[in-house]
């Protein structure tokens, strides 16, 4: 079946360092791709989305990345803080409903 | 103000019960939805409604049945509960089907 993103890898990362959360899609005709952050205990939250007509987008510290050749979606954090540890989902829209990613649990160290 | 909201928060019950989880989001969209979330925190979506009616039927079981009696509220009803049902189920909305998905809080389900 088709799948979107990766099996829950950690990342690790210094307080006041970039992080970069990358995720991998397989169906080439979605055109709408959200990522969303979900701290522990608690719903997931959305934090960005791009549509496919664009590749880059940015946000309050965050910068998603499409890539449509490779089919690859990249969030970037800019000074990453200790409130931004969470487990982040790449989801992406094919016209009727969000398909998940694996997610990516981002950890940072004081 | 709760945006998506969802009854109860945890429910343990036994094998063989049924039970029933209840949702509500006060943002006046036109779809909800309910994900399962299992242990390894996979989301995977199992219904979705559009003006109370339904769209997306994933490969669920049948003891699983979802109502909308308006367009504000999708429960989830569950039959004859087994361990495997064991999860987070989480509720969400959106103004359309194109559009991004509201999360409520999500209902933690032990089945034992």
């Known amino acids: 079946g088709e799948s979107v993103g990766l099996h829950l890898p950690t990342l690790s990362v210094q307080e006041g360092d970039n992080s970069i959360i990358n995720c991998a899609y397989s169906n080439s005709a979605s055109d709408y791709f959200i990522w969303y952050k979900q701290e522990s205990g608690k719903g997931p939250q959305f934090i960005i989305d791009i549509r496919s007509n664009m590749d880059k987008r940015q946000g309050q510290r965050v910068t998603v990345l499409l890539n449509k050749t490779v089919k690859h979606l990249s969030l970037q954090i800019a000074a990453t803080q200790p409130g931004d540890s969470a487990v982040y989902f790449c989801?992406?829209?094919?016209?009727?409903?969000?398909?998940f990613g694996g997610g990516t649990r981002l950890m940072v160290k004081p | 103000d709760t945006a998506v909201s969802q009854t109860p928060k945890y429910l343990v019950t036994q094998m063989g019960n049924d039970k029933s989880i209840k949702c509500e989001q006060n943002?006046?969209?036109?779809?909800m939805y309910w994900y399962k979330q299992d242990s390894k925190k996979f989301l995977k979506i199992m219904f979705s409604y559009n003006n109370k009616e339904l769209i997306i039927n994933e490969t669920v079981p049948n003891r699983f049945s979802p109502k909308s009696p308006d367009k504000a509220h999708l429960n989830l009803h569950i039959n004859s509960l087994e361990l495997g049902d064991s999860a987070v189920y989480f509720c969400?909305?959106?103004?359309?089907?194109?559009?991004?998905?509201?999360f409520g809080q999500g209902t933690r389900l032990t089945v034992v």
């Open positions: 969400a909305s959106s103004q359309d089907r194109q559009g991004r998905a509201f």
């Open positions: 989801a992406e829209n094919r016209g009727n409903m969000l398909t």
């Open positions: 943002l006046g969209h036109d779809t």
